[in-house]
């Protein structure tokens, strides 16, 4: 069964994805009052990372139905605090960002530094990776964003050079950076300045800022895995605000009774979770946002990052055989050319690059060079227009306004006569008389 997990100073909670019960605590950082500031789970659907805001340790556990998470630790051999992270591809690699200031590559097996990736000059803030794991971007205290190729150490670009020599106030530290689920080029990102933006990896630029959307520093953005124009980000100032990035504009603005420092958009396509300053969980149906569903106690301090599982599971083909080391440097050649495995999302996700003097050393130890492909237990339900996620638990042709529709055409779909009309009549009528088709879709608060 699926889990949400908050993190927070006093520890991680796991909760029920549908019902949200409380299932198991753990203090990954026991004793250190370091609240996580990431959450990141690896693509056999139970490996966990958690990554400290200026920590000295980073935490990874295989999550269990019933036992207690036991853990194992990356700790810097140079002293160096991390900030930010993120598993990489099959799990066995880990991209982490540092107050060094450098991104580093870790083999989690061995706890060797494999690739750094360098042109911050001051402490890493924010890091992403892309779903097919061929590109790596990171935000720094400054506001700089930067992109590399994870194929090499290649820096491509500096996503904020131009934009920061024209506002000054987009110097302030990046919060939050992540990929859109459905168009792989997208990047979100939110900052201290209270900005909300969206970056392309193909162009290499910027292509919108929100401004002024929070009132105070923006904590979090995120994109809906399953409605692909929707984006979320948290501020402050107790707002939650939702974006239409098809037309680049805020929709709506959601009021939460507390200051947030982090959300989530479930794999549900209609929960949305906030985090707030006084440690609760602000749980919302996006068919009804004026108030909570749900609001949880969940921890006794500010909750720092939320994260849902993964939805499908998969296990590991027959084992890589040992080869020479002259085999494995010729094989890390091909890496740009041939993937390496699946993601938990069904795409083919690329190998970072691995340096053939690391591959030798691993060879000599006797260690495989990489882990083997992931094979799916469960088949993808892909839905083409929506992108490959499994289809959502509730009837997406009820009245819900961030449950996009689309018509045998391609059209975009909405229930824009129902709108209008009270909650008894919307449910009965069928979605023939309800639906019109448009380019635009309803964005009101029922």
């Given at each position: 069964?699926?889990?949400?997990?908050?993190?927070?100073?006093?520890g991680?909670?796991?909760?029920?994805?549908?019902?949200?019960?409380?299932?198991?605590?753990?203090?990954?950082?026991?004793?250190?009052?370091?609240?996580?500031?990431?959450l990141s789970w690896?693509?056999n659907?139970?490996?966990?990372?958690?990554?400290?805001h200026?920590?000295?340790?980073i935490?990874?556990?295989?999550?269990?139905e019933q036992?207690?998470?036991?853990?194992k630790?990356l700790?810097?051999k140079?002293?160096?605090?991390f900030?930010?992270?993120?598993?990489?591809g099959?799990?066995?690699y880990v991209?982490?960002?540092?107050?060094?200031?450098?991104?580093?590559?870790w083999?989690?097996?061995?706890?060797d530094?494999?690739n750094?990736?360098?042109?911050?000059?001051?402490?890493?803030?924010?890091?992403?990776?892309s779903?097919?794991?061929n590109h790596?971007?990171?935000g720094a205290?400054n506001?700089?964003?930067?992109?590399?190729a994870t194929?090499?150490t290649q820096l491509?670009?500096?996503?904020?050079?131009?934009?920061?020599?024209?506002d000054?106030s987009?110097?302030?530290?990046?919060?939050?950076l992540?990929?859109?689920?459905?168009?792989?080029?997208?990047i979100?990102?939110?900052?201290?300045?209270?900005?909300?933006?969206?970056?392309?990896?193909?162009?290499?630029?910027?292509?919108?800022?929100?401004?002024?959307?929070?009132?105070?520093?923006?904590?979090?953005?995120?994109f809906?895995?399953?409605?692909?124009?929707?984006m979320?980000?948290?501020?402050?100032?107790?707002?939650?605000?939702c974006y239409?990035i098809?037309?680049?504009?805020?929709?709506?603005?959601?009021?939460a009774?507390?200051?947030?420092s982090?959300?989530?958009?479930l794999?549900?396509?209609?929960?949305?979770?906030g985090?707030?300053?006084d440690?609760?969980?602000?749980?919302?149906?996006l068919?009804?946002?004026k108030?909570p569903?749900?609001?949880?106690?969940?921890h006794r301090?500010?909750?720092t990052?939320?994260?849902?599982?993964?939805?499908?599971?998969?296990?590991?083909?027959?084992?890589?055989s040992?080869?020479?080391?002259?085999?494995?440097?010729?094989?890390?050649?091909?890496?740009?050319?041939e993937p390496?495995?699946?993601?938990?999302?069904?795409?083919?996700v690329?190998?970072p690059?691995?340096?053939?003097?690391?591959?030798?050393r691993?060879?000599s130890?006797?260690?495989?060079?990489?882990?083997?492909?992931?094979a799916?237990?469960?088949?993808?339900?892909?839905?083409?227009k929506?992108?490959?996620?499994?289809?959502p638990?509730?009837?997406?042709?009820?009245?819900?306004i961030?449950?996009p529709?689309?018509?045998?055409?391609?059209?975009l779909?909405?229930?824009?006569?129902a709108v209008?009309?009270?909650?008894?009549s919307?449910?009965s009528?069928p979605v023939?008389?309800?639906?019109?088709?448009?380019?635009?879709r309803?964005?009101?608060?029922?």
């Amino acid at each position: 069964m699926a889990e949400v997990i908050s993190g927070s100073q006093d520890g991680v909670s796991f909760w029920d994805a549908k019902t949200f019960a409380l299932k198991k605590r753990a203090e990954p950082f026991s004793g250190s009052h370091v609240a996580p500031s990431s959450l990141s789970w690896g693509t056999n659907n139970q490996r966990l990372l958690i990554v400290p805001h200026d920590g000295e340790k980073i935490a990874l556990t295989e999550v269990q139905e019933q036992s207690p998470p036991m853990w194992k630790y990356l700790v810097h051999k140079d002293g160096v605090n991390f900030r930010c992270g993120c598993f990489m591809g099959n799990s066995r690699y880990v991209v982490a960002g540092c107050t060094s200031p450098q991104v580093h590559l870790w083999d989690t097996q061995t706890q060797d530094i494999v690739n750094t990736y360098q042109g911050h000059t001051t402490p890493i803030s924010a890091v992403a990776r892309s779903l097919k794991d061929n590109h790596i971007v990171s935000g720094a205290d400054n506001g700089q964003i930067l992109l590399h190729a994870t194929t090499s150490t290649q820096l491509l670009a500096n996503l904020t050079k131009d934009h920061r020599d024209k506002d000054s106030s987009s110097k302030q530290a990046i919060t939050r950076l992540t990929f859109s689920h459905h168009d792989r080029a997208l990047i979100g990102s939110s900052g201290e300045d209270g900005s909300v933006c969206l970056w392309s990896t193909e162009s290499q630029r910027l292509l919108t800022r929100f401004s002024q959307k929070h009132a105070g520093p923006a904590t979090d953005v995120c994109f809906s895995p399953y409605n692909k124009l929707l984006m979320v980000s948290a501020g402050i100032d107790s707002k939650m605000t939702c974006y239409d990035i098809q037309q680049r504009r805020s929709v709506t603005q959601i009021s939460a009774p507390a200051a947030l420092s982090s959300v989530a958009v479930l794999r549900d396509g209609m929960t949305l979770v906030g985090g707030g300053t006084d440690g609760k969980l602000y749980v919302y149906e996006l068919r009804n946002v004026k108030v909570p569903s749900q609001v949880i106690e969940a921890h006794r301090s500010a909750v720092t990052c939320i994260s849902e599982q993964l939805p499908l599971k998969s296990t590991a083909s027959k084992p890589v055989s040992k080869d020479s080391g002259a085999q494995i440097t010729s094989e890390a050649q091909k890496q740009d050319q041939e993937p390496s495995e699946l993601s938990s999302e069904g795409l083919v996700v690329h190998t970072p690059f691995i340096p053939p003097s690391y591959l030798n050393r691993l060879a000599s130890k006797g260690d495989p060079p990489y882990l083997p492909k992931m094979a799916l237990q469960t088949p993808i339900v892909r839905d083409n227009k929506m992108g490959p996620f499994v289809t959502p638990a509730f009837n997406a042709a009820t009245p819900g306004i961030f449950s996009p529709l689309e018509n045998d055409a391609g059209m975009l779909q909405t229930n824009k006569a129902a709108v209008s009309m009270g909650p008894a009549s919307r449910d009965s009528m069928p979605v023939s008389s309800t639906c019109m088709s448009t380019r635009l879709r309803v964005w009101s608060v029922i």
